[in-house]
């Protein structure tokens, strides 16, 4: 990557091409404000709290969207930007609530804290018009207020840029405008799936999590990182608590592997860990009844049972199942404790059902039974092959990285019996017969073969087995699957050509073909 300097306020520094002055000021510690900033949307310019003065520009310039060049010159300290952006912020607090003793955000706003750190203790031209309010929704999960949105654009963009649903979109003009869903309806009503995406990037309280709402403010509750046990994506969410329990669930935006996003079990599904039927102690079993114990003893009585059985029966007695909503490393605990305590292999895995197939295959054709690439190279795919995985609802955030590597430009082939959400953005879509998913791929494979789309110095070389594979495909020609699967040959010949073409190419599969 070509490399060039700039000065921002008197020193030099030196980054890459492309990147924005706002992200090089970031990088070296250099304080430039912002409110429709956000790192995982598109720069968008629209508060103008961010800008900057750069020698020879004939206005001050919005630095999270201006790019950087050779030579640039840029203050962010001087008396005509600090002037401007206090007068910027001014004009967006004229029609905003002062009510901040007692609102939500209180302690986590952005507004406020620009308000505070730019000194602004009063408002001259301040409207006296209350404008916006409340409004109803019966979801149970997202709690929307009018007066409170700044128009910064935030959760409209992350709606459409990231999570690709358009639920949202501004309404009115002016001081009335407002964001807005179709025709006022309820969230429930459109294509919103209450991922709470909007909420974790509006700046204010225009979005906020109704079930957190009047239990603590940020500076009263404690956090604590932890991994959501959904599913098997990992990703990493901040646990909001204090006396009341769990308050709510956030994601910090740079962690991987999710980068600040959630889907709407990650975020929100946590009511069973308060829930009165949850044990929160163990018991154990006297006279037919269970009863409540210590930890200590609970341990004890464990101990003296595997012990005895151990004894008697010997160490194969004993077998260990553990859970895939536990994460790897509890996971290699209990493997560890079933084989170096006890002494035995008899553990198992509820994942084993679905993993199974994936660990023999990949093990048997590339060495080892896991995925090949990162979650974040899936976006920088140009082609990638979805087969048997809903993957917005099952794994959602890896659904993310997919909607991002179209928006980016790359090819989607989704192959289902189902109209799956990929689908919708999809260049081809594949709407195979139940059960005729290997059909499918064997046609794929023989037109790759037959038409000599392969590297064959990297077959030769790096692989074994290709004579079998090329004998056992060749009766699958496309025009025998089109009759099984249901799909035109030309589309099966077309879909394999632009996979086999592409330089970086990703298969996502999921249960509907580990349990096909």
């Known amino acids: 990557m070509e490399k060039v300097k700039l000065t921002i306020n008197g020193k030099t520094y030196e980054t890459e091409r492309g990147k924005t002055v706002l992200e090089v000021a970031r990088k070296n510690d250099i304080w430039i404000p912002t409110l429709c900033y956000d790192k995982r949307l598109d720069p968008y310019g629209g508060c103008r709290i961010c800008l900057v003065e750069v020698q020879g520009a004939r206005q ?146 225009a979005l906020f999590e109704k079930k957190a709402m009047g239990k603590g403010r940020s500076f009263q509750v404690k956090k604590v990182r932890s991994t959501c046990g959904y599913c098997s994506i990992g990703c990493q969410i901040d646990i909001h608590t204090n006396h009341n329990g769990i308050i709510k669930i956030t994601s910090e935006v740079g962690v991987v592997p999710n980068n600040g996003n959630l889907c709407t079990k990650g975020r929100f599904a946590y009511d069973f860990i308060n829930h009165p039927d949850r044990l929160d102690t163990p018991m154990i079993r006297v006279n037919g009844n269970l009863e409540k114990t210590s930890w200590e003893d609970a341990y004890d009585f464990i101990s003296k049972k595997l012990n005895g059985i151990k004894s008697k029966y010997g160490n194969d007695s004993i077998s260990f199942i553990s859970s895939g909503r536990c994460t790897n490393e509890e996971n290699y605990l209990m493997q560890k404790f079933a084989r170096a305590v006890i002494g035995t292999n008899n553990i198992d895995q509820s994942e084993t059902e679905c993993h199974a197939p994936t660990l023999t295959g990949l093990r048997n054709s590339l060495g080892f039974g896991t995925t090949t690439n990162s979650i974040e190279e899936i976006s920088k ?121 592409a330089k970086r190419a990703t298969i996502l599969y999921g249960n509907g073909i580990t349990q096909h």
């Not at 916006?132 to 709606?159: A, F, H, M, Q």
């Not at 059909?439 to 023989?446: D, Q, R, S």
């Not at 799909?487 to 050509?497: F, G, L, N, Q, S």
Request: neutral net charge; hydrophobic residues 35%; charged residues 25%.
């Open 60 to 205: 001050l310039v919005t630095s999270c969207t201006a790019k950087v060049g050779e030579g640039m010159v840029v203050n962010t300290e001087s008396e005509k930007v600090t002037k401007t952006r206090k007068g910027v912020l001014e004009y967006i607090l004229s029609d905003h609530p002062l009510d901040c003793m007692t609102c939500e955000a209180t302690g986590c706003c952005e507004l406020q804290d620009l308000a505070y750190t730019m000194d602004i203790k009063g408002i001259d031209y301040r409207s006296g018009e209350k404008i916006g309010g409340v409004i109803p929704d019966r979801n149970e999960l997202i709690y929307r207020e009018t007066g409170k949105c700044i128009r910064c654009g935030r959760c409209v963009r992350i709606c459409g840029e990231v999570q690709q649903d358009y639920a949202i979109e501004f309404g009115g003009r002016g001081f009335k405008m407002w964001v807005s869903t179709p025709f006022g309806e309820s969230l429930l009503d459109g294509t919103c799936v209450l991922c709470g995406q909007c909420v974790s990037t509006c700046p204010t309280t």
């Open 381 to 501: 795919s140009d082609v990638i092959f979805v087969i048997g995985a809903n993957v917005t609802e099952a794994h959602p955030i890896i659904g993310l990285e997919v909607k991002k590597a179209v928006r980016n430009g790359s090819i989607l082939i989704v192959a289902d019996t189902r109209r799956i959400w990929l689908s919708r953005i999809a260049k081809t879509y594949l709407n195979l017969q139940p059960g005729t998913d290997a059909y499918l791929i064997n046609a794929l494979t023989n037109v790759i073969i037959n038409e000599k789309l392969y590297d064959e110095k990297f077959i030769e070389g790096r692989t074994e087995g290709f004579k079998e594979l090329k004998k056992a495909v060749a009766r699958n020609e496309p025009k025998k699957a089109e009759g099984l699967c249901g799909i035109p040959e030309e589309t099966i010949k077309d879909a394999a050509r632009t996979f086999a073409n």
